[in-house]
């Protein structure tokens, strides 16, 4: 795109050699490898979730206890917990090391802040689509607790990145940028809202409709990325000297950074 070139020159090896000695590149090429892994991981749980299964059926119908080792789910094991763990926070770092965090200053909090953030995030959305797939109420109440420390910590983190970018309150209200965020925020209110009443729900242990509500906190959730979409292509353009990084009052679009000349 850079370089104007049509879409058959995208596998080009110039130009994939020009893409991989960027920081950018390299990020896309560890992500796409941690993604590999991360695959492989979850094909090994289902062809082992498989034969678990049919071992479990095999002592049902021969009327004998099933070992232990078929009782124990691949999922629940350490190795396989901390293995997916590691491969997941090593793919969010990827967005987090190459985003537009890492062209902040300080580039290290900035990328650690997006992290944590990225993190929350995934914990919370990720337990909702789980709540949704299963019945499991031990699972539910384990989200439920995880959800409440992880929405928190979204929120702290990404007012810390509002802030951030922000040198003050007239920004937000004066570009497309700032106003997009307001939506935002308002939406975040509204998902804030349906968690508080999960979390009673699940506390309460209530017979309320658990999974209707849980359903429409995902939607409202994705509402919510869309609108980060669209903040993440409305950007504040950064001139960079020598010892200061500028905020100019004005948007462009992703990428758009420019090194002020002397």
């Known amino acids: ?86 491969v997941g926070g090593g793919i969010l770092l990827t967005f987090s090391a190459t985003g537009h965090p890492s062209a902040s200053s300080p580039a290290s909090i900035a990328a650690a802040v997006d992290f944590v953030h990225l993190g929350a995030i995934v914990l919370w959305l990720g337990g909702l689509i789980g709540m949704i797939a299963g019945e499991d109420r031990a699972f539910v109440r384990a989200h439920s607790r995880s959800a409440t420390i992880a929405i928190p910590l979204a929120i702290v983190t990404g007012v810390w ?5 922000l ?34 729900i699940v506390v309460a242990d209530t017979t309320a409709p658990l999974r209707r509500l849980v359903s429409v906190e995902i939607v409202v959730a994705l509402v919510i990325v869309v609108i980060v979409q669209n903040v993440k292509n409305i950007v504040v353009v950064f001139f960079v000297d020598e010892d200061h990084l500028f905020k100019l009052d004005h948007h462009a679009h992703v990428g758009a950074i420019y090194a002020k000349s002397n």
Not at 161 to 165: A, E, N
Not at 170 to 175: M, P, V
């Open 1 to 86: 795109y850079a370089s104007g070139r049509g879409w058959f020159e995208v596998m080009d090896g110039t130009s994939l050699l020009d893409v991989l000695s960027t920081r950018l590149g390299q990020g896309i090429a560890a992500r796409v490898g941690l993604l590999v892994v991360l695959v492989v991981l979850v094909l090994v749980a289902r062809r082992r979730a498989r034969s678990e299964a049919e071992v479990r059926a095999q002592s049902q119908e021969l009327g004998t206890p099933a070992t232990a080792g078929a009782r124990t789910s691949i999922t629940e094991r350490p190795w396989w917990r901390s293995s997916a763990a590691l």
């Open 161 to 165: 990145q509002t802030w951030h970018l």
């Open 167 to 200: 040198d003050d309150g007239g920004d937000i209200t004066g570009n497309e940028w700032g106003r997009a965020l307001l939506v935002k925020v308002a939406v975040v209110l509204v998902v804030l809202t349906l968690a508080l009443v999960a979390r009673w």
